[in-house]
Nanobody, 125 residues
């Protein structure tokens, strides 16, 4: 069983950049597809980005395309989410999730079996 821990959140200003990290323990992350989701206050959980186990295939939610980049370093058991040009609407708790799967990534939260506790991102204007 893999354990996931998010880090990198914080209070930032509109227009700033931030890099979130999802670090795995317990098992190697290299066989897991990983997704990022977020939940803003009063809103449902939203798909942000996902990456397959190899790192070659990625997908993004419509609201973050062009500003968010997902990547992975399997040697370090870590997946990153680079966020640029932050907007107030990006304020949310960001979660990473994992699924034991090769070659595919998933955009539906119900596909994932393992979740981290989340990291808070607050974007102030």
């Amino acid at each position: 069983q893999v354990q996931l821990v998010e880090s990198g959140g914080g209070l930032v200003q509109v227009g700033a950049s931030l890099r979130l990290s999802c670090t795995a323990s317990g098992r190697t992350l290299s066989r897991y597809a990983v997704g990022w989701f977020r939940r803003a206050p009063g809103r449902e959980r939203e798909f942000v980005a996902a990456i397959d186990s190899s790192g070659y295939a990625t997908g993004y939610g419509d609201s973050v395309k062009g500003r968010f980049t997902i990547s992975r370093d399997n040697a370090k058991n870590t997946v990153h989410l680079q966020i640029t040009r932050l907007e107030a609407e990006d304020t949310a708790v960001y979660y990473c999730a994992g699924k034991d799967a090769i070659k595919y990534y998933f955009i539906a939260s119900r596909e994932y079996d393992y979740w981290g506790q989340g990291t808070q991102v607050i974007v102030s204007s």
